[in-house]
């Protein structure tokens, strides 16, 4: 399986095994923003990334969203580790911020495409924040086994003077899923709105 893939890039989930990838995890990772006040002082304006997953039948018709406020969907095939309203206070400590868990082996038969896309909650430039990094992999929340798409979305060309972003789509062509590295920002303001985008351009 290729590692760390570049926007626009498709993959099987076929390992070198020759056995079909079942988890998956999207991990988002993210920094506070540093402000300095009057009289030389730092303070720290917290960040509100929001990680999301909508679902979509072979028509792209929208089955189910999976976001902050719907932590599981219909079927039990993926689950979010909840809302991170503020990124990481203190510096970057390397762990994910928000933490999307997708089986495959759960997933209902109608289900021919799965988005991840991303959303500034409170409307912060990804430019202007100071470390947002995305990494899909092989494994849970407390296991990387192997990472096959990374996003650096803080320092990423592109990306500032946006506030929604699609992270990767996994997709199902003759029974088989694959993965299409997507990491294109949207001018969309709003959950809502990206999840149109991605029924319009990226299915």
């Not at 929340?141 to 996003?151: D, G, H, I, L």
């Amino acid at each position: 399986m290729a590692i760390n893939l570049q926007k626009g890039q498709r993959i099987n989930l076929k390992k070198d095994n020759g056995a079909t990838l079942q988890n998956v995890c999207v991990g988002v990772n993210w920094g506070a923003i540093e402000k300095r006040g009057w009289f030389g002082g730092i303070s720290k304006e917290a960040v509100d990334l929001d990680a999301s997953c909508a679902l979509y039948d072979k028509s792209k018709n929208l089955l189910d969203v999976v976001y902050f406020g719907n932590l599981h969907s219909k079927d039990g095939s993926i689950l979010h580790s909840g809302d991170d309203l503020t990124g990481d206070m203190d510096g970057d400590d390397g762990l994910d911020n928000e933490i999307i868990t997708l089986d495959f082996s759960k997933l209902h038969s109608s289900v021919e495409s799965v988005a991840f896309v991303l959303n500034s909650f409170r409307g912060h430039d990804f430019g202007t924040i100071p470390f947002a990094s995305i990494r899909i992999y092989e494994g849970t929340p407390t296991r990387v086994n192997e990472v096959f798409a990374t996003y650096n979305i803080a320092k990423g060309e592109g990306f500032a003077g946006h506030v929604s972003m699609v992270m990767g789509v996994f997709y199902k062509r003759n029974e088989e899923w694959k993965f299409n590295a997507i990491g294109e920002p949207t001018k969309d303001r709003k959950l809502e709105e990206t999840i149109k985008t991605v029924q319009a351009k990226f299915l």
